[in-house]
């Protein structure tokens, strides 16, 4: 079993749709929660940043975590053409100081 | 703003070539990471190093190398290339301390071995 488990979609909605982007994760040491986009050949960046548990919004982005349940979601609404790209979660915690577990990423595709 | 750069977006190599892939961020950070990126796959660390000359082994080491003799910049070995080693190389770079799980990656490169 995978440490971080992300569903690869691909995932299709229309404009204006809300997105929701999941994780579930095994290691209970996870601490940082982490939203990387990333755009067809570029390197990920950094869109959303969470220390333990709760909500964190950003715009149109909202990131949940729930640590009780291992879960963490990304909330995109009124989504939009350019949100299409492929989401990463990732995570830290523990002795792991530093280093990112990531998960295998969600393709989205956000259609006018 | 952070910026990270390697030194070729694609590649292209043969068999048994040795290959070097640079990379240079130029925000002092301390922190820096290779990874490579395959479909269905996900990211997975190769070797990161959090200072300069030392390094340390990640989840996929074998078949590579690193060296690190400057702050900003860390460079990835292929000692002898293979066909497995066609991939997406990311390398990324994080600051010390509170921040450090926040990693800035580069732009990528495209590896393809024959």
């Known amino acids: 079993q995978k440490e971080v488990e992300q569903d690869p979609g691909p995932l299709s909605v229309p404009e204006g749709a809300i997105v929701s982007l999941n994780c579930t994760y095994s290691?209970?040491?996870?601490?940082?929660f982490m939203w990387y986009r990333q755009y067809s050949r570029k390197g990920p960046e950094l869109l959303m940043y969470t220390y333990s548990s709760g909500n964190k919004e950003d715009g149109r982005f909202t990131a949940q975590v729930d640590k009780s349940s291992k879960y963490i979601s990304l909330f995109i609404r009124d989504s939009q053409p350019s949100d299409s790209a492929t989401y990463l979660c990732?995570?830290?915690?523990?002795?792991?100081?530093?280093?990112?577990?990531f998960g295998q990423g969600t393709i989205l595709t956000v259609h006018p | 703003d952070v910026k990270v750069t390697q030194s070729s977006r694609y590649l292209v190599k043969r068999t048994g070539e040795k290959v070097f892939l640079e990379c240079v961020q130029d925000?002092?950070?301390?922190?820096m990471f290779w990874y490579r990126q395959d479909p269905g796959l996900g990211l997975r660390l190769i070797y990161f190093s959090y200072d300069v000359k030392m390094k340390e082994k990640g989840d996929i080491p074998e078949g590579y190398s690193v060296s690190r003799e400057k702050k900003e910049r860390f460079s990835l070995i292929l000692e002898s290339a293979s066909t497995n080693q066609t991939s997406m190389y990311l390398c990324a770079s994080s600051p010390s301390g509170g921040a450090a799980e926040t990693q800035y990656f580069g732009p990528g490169t495209r590896l393809l071995v024959l």
């Open positions: 990732a995570m830290s915690g523990g002795t792991s100081y530093g280093k990112l577990t």
């Open positions: 290691n209970s040491a996870f601490q940082y």
């Open positions: 925000m002092d950070h301390e922190n």
